[in-house]
């Protein structure tokens, strides 16, 4: 039961279970039981207690500077140090490296000379001789011959090939090695001869010399001081020139024009042009 207190007497306000009190326009609980008293007593609420936690550091003062990286200085000349030192070595790598190359440069230059002049004063090429085999068929003897006994040369089987002048133009003519040292590296100390066969049926050649074909017979060959030359090697060419006659044409009719003490040569050395 609720009754106002502004209605009943204070005795019979008792018996009840809320009791309102109207003053100056507001109305509030008064005269509770104790349990209903109780739970409507306010709370007070107060934060957790924390553990305690390392003193707060005290704030720079102010006006102190506070200077960035400051503990970066001390470490700056050592720094400089280690960086002179490694500049240094790679400056010194490189010097020795430089030497080192032009040593091998210098090492180099002085053996290529060195086969460069065994090749070419070392070494002598000249035809030997020229034999006609009938049909137009012709057996060419390259000779190489070692000026110098006491340095060996080794030298690649030449490369042969051989040419007719026709008018002012140089027709090849068919030509091969007459033996199994094509393109097999041999050691010259004395004289070796290499043989080669080749055909010479060309019509209307120039005559520089009356009815002789005028040949041209070119070479290329590898010269070493090694017999297992890599670098280390000098290529060398050469060219002979010689007048060859025809198979078909008769001796009577070569010495009616040229006269030969005997029989019409079949062919005849010119000199390097």
């Known amino acids: 039961m609720t009754v106002s207190a502004s209605s009943l007497s204070p005795t019979v306000a008792k018996h009840a279970q809320r009791i309102y009190l109207m003053q100056q326009g507001v109305l509030s609980a008064t005269d509770l039981p104790e349990v209903v008293a109780a739970e409507r007593r306010p709370r007070h609420f107060r934060p957790a207690e924390l553990p305690p936690g390392p003193e707060p550091t005290a704030p720079a003062a102010a006006g102190e500077p506070v200077l960035l990286g400051r503990n970066l200085?001390?470490?700056?000349?050592?720094?400089?140090?280690?960086?002179?030192?490694?500049?240094?070595?790679?400056?010194?790598?490189?010097?020795?490296?430089?030497?080192?190359?032009?040593?091998?440069?210098?090492?180099?230059?002085?053996?290529?000379?060195?086969?460069?002049?065994?090749?070419?004063?070392?070494?002598?090429?000249?035809?030997?001789?020229?034999?006609?085999?009938?049909?137009?068929?012709?057996?060419?003897?390259?000779?190489?011959?070692?000026?110098?006994?006491?340095?060996?040369?080794?030298v690649m089987s030449p490369e042969m090939r051989g040419y007719v002048q026709v008018g002012k133009l140089w027709q090849e003519v068919p030509l091969k090695s007459d033996g199994d040292s094509a393109g097999s590296v041999l050691k010259l100390e004395t004289?070796?001869?290499?043989?080669?066969?080749?055909?010479?049926?060309?019509?209307?050649?120039?005559?520089?010399?009356?009815?002789?074909?005028?040949?041209?017979?070119?070479?290329?060959?590898?010269?070493?001081?090694?017999?297992?030359?890599?670098?280390?090697?000098?290529?060398?060419?050469?060219?002979?020139?010689?007048?060859?006659?025809?198979?078909?044409?008769?001796?009577?009719?070569?010495?009616?024009?040229?006269?030969?003490?005997?029989?019409p040569p079949v062919w005849i050395p010119m000199p390097p042009h």
């Open 73 to 154: 200085w001390p470490g700056v000349p050592m720094f400089f140090l280690v960086g002179a030192v490694i500049v240094g070595a790679l400056l010194l790598v490189d010097f020795a490296v430089e030497k080192y190359q032009a040593a091998q440069l210098r090492a180099r230059s002085l053996q290529m000379a060195a086969v460069q002049v065994a090749a070419l004063n070392g070494l002598r090429a000249e035809i030997r001789s020229i034999a006609d085999i009938g049909e137009g068929q012709y057996e060419l003897a390259l000779s190489l011959s070692n000026n110098n006994e006491s340095q060996p040369i080794f």
């Open 191 to 263: 004289e070796r001869i290499y043989r080669y066969l080749f055909e010479a049926r060309v019509r209307d050649f120039t005559q520089l010399f009356p009815n002789y074909m005028h040949v041209r017979f070119s070479d290329t060959m590898l010269v070493g001081l090694s017999g297992t030359p890599r670098d280390d090697v000098f290529e060398r060419r050469d060219n002979y020139f010689v007048y060859l006659k025809p198979f078909d044409v008769a001796d009577s009719t070569v010495l009616k024009r040229m006269k030969f003490a005997g029989k």
